[in-house]
């Protein structure tokens, strides 16, 4: 995996990654089971190769306390990628916050919804350069931007030491593949179909890196590669009805 993101909501706080310069770090080994590497990147190819798609997220994910209790919170995603420069999604919070994501080739928006506010930024005209804007300059959370990017083969594999076959398991009544990695930042595990297309079931992402080691758990549902939707669906129109608030930049 490419980064250690979380998946939230535009965050003027320090984004940073954990460890020294990699010059002062001697080299990993690498060790990545041939059936676990060729099921990852078969996955991985099966987003990358197209133009196009919807897919449903059921999450799941850890914050932690500063008594070092972790807390658990779910979210629910409905996420529409258009390539090279279209993202839209609606999410609902068990705190009751739902949002919306517009992403058009120009603007990143995010919207909330129940209180009319919204922040927006200026980002390049492609998903890969414009997430990279949103995460590393404005603290956008995003653990599954490996998912939207144009290249899913190298954004999963990059960074990997370590990848392990682990078994077969059922989720939601379809039999899968249950596949881990070590990357330097985080774990993860993912579950992919047996039958059929390659499709991604499942992932579980652990941020052993920090405090407390919390998780991000999603079940992937509703796979469409041949979406229905209008370029205008990307677009964000609602600011005749919501304020915008300021979108800081986190320091460096």
């Known amino acids: 995996m490419t980064a250690d993101h979380s998946f939230g909501i535009f965050a003027a706080t320090l984004f940073c990654c954990l460890g020294g310069p990699a010059s002062a770090q001697e080299e990993p080994s ?13 996955a991985a190819r099966q987003i990358k190769n197209v133009d196009a798609y919807s897919v449903r997220v059921d999450a799941t994910f850890d914050t932690v306390l500063h ?32 949002r919306q994501i517009f992403y058009d080739g120009k603007k990143f928006t995010l919207l909330d919804v129940y209180k009319g506010v919204y922040g927006q930024i200026d980002v390049p005209p492609s998903i890969d350069a414009a997430l990279d804007v949103a995460i590393d300059e404005f603290g ?3 653990p599954l931007a490996d998912f939207l990017t144009s290249d ?9 030491t370590l990848g392990v076959y682990v078994g077969t398991s059922v989720i939601n009544e379809i039999p899968v593949h249950h596949l881990y990695f070590s990357h330097q930042l985080v774990d993860f595990q993912v579950w992919i179909d047996m039958e059929g297309a390659p499709l991604f079931r499942k992932i579980v992402i652990t941020y052993k890196n920090r405090p407390g080691s919390p998780q991000y758990r999603a079940v992937f549902s509703d796979w469409d590669f041949s979406p229905q939707f209008d370029n205008s669906d990307f677009i964000f129109d609602g600011a005749s009805s919501a304020q915008q608030i300021e979108v800081l930049k986190v320091k460096k």
């Open 67 to 98: 008594s070092g209790a972790k807390v658990e919170h779910t979210r629910e995603s409905d996420v529409i990628v258009r390539r090279p420069d279209g993202i839209f999604a609606d999410q609902w919070d068990d705190t009751g916050v739902y």
């Open 140 to 142: 956008l959370d995003a």
């Open 152 to 160: 899913t083969e190298k954004s999963f594999r990059t960074g990997v």
């Open 30 to 42: 690498v060790f990545i089971d041939p059936d676990a590497g060729q099921l990852l990147m078969s």
